[in-house]
């Protein structure tokens, strides 16, 4: 029998708005790429406009050079086309995790990070296309 997953995503659909809470313990490129296959996949079932991802998860991000494999990993797996807006609730990753946003942008995704859901669900509604 496989190992429960380190993590758990629980989703709303507000409108063109798909929310994705994701808690759990990360620190892993594997964890990383296994939660996000799992996005991906929700979000080619749902086709949202865009996609807000709260990310409550424990432990640090993957570092710098795991980053761009999982960022380049993304590619062609639903998220073209998605606005996606990332909340890191750890304030003192958010510089860690801007460093993927950068990667994601120069590979053509719509992607910013916010240390706020707020401002992040009205870049999703309001900001610039």
């Known amino acids: 029998m496989a190992a429960p997953a380190p993590f ?9 708005v798909l ?5 759990g313990v990360n620190g892993r490129l594997d ?12 979000v080619r079932r749902q ?3 865009a996609l807000l991802v709260v990310d409550d998860m ?15 990993a993304m590619v062609g797996q639903g998220f073209e086309g998605v606005r996606v807006a ?6 003192q990753q958010i510089p860690e995790v801007e460093y993927a946003e950068i990667v994601a942008r120069d ?12 401002a992040a ?9």
Not at 107 to 118: K, M, S, T, W, Y
């Open 47 to 49: 086709r949202p406009r």
């Open 19 to 23: 929310r994705a809470h994701v808690t």
């Open 8 to 16: 758990e995503i629980v989703y709303a659909r507000d409108g063109e």
């Open 121 to 129: 669900a009205v870049w999703l509604r309001h900001g610039a296309h």
């Open 58 to 72: 424990e432990g640090e991000p993957p570092p710098p050079e795991q980053l761009v494999q999982f960022v380049r």
């Open 31 to 42: 964890t990383t790429l296994a939660c996000w296959e799992a996005l991906a996949a929700e």
């Open 107 to 118: 590979l053509g995704f719509d992607a910013r990070v916010f240390g706020n859901e707020d």
């Open 86 to 91: 990332y909340v890191e609730r750890h304030a």
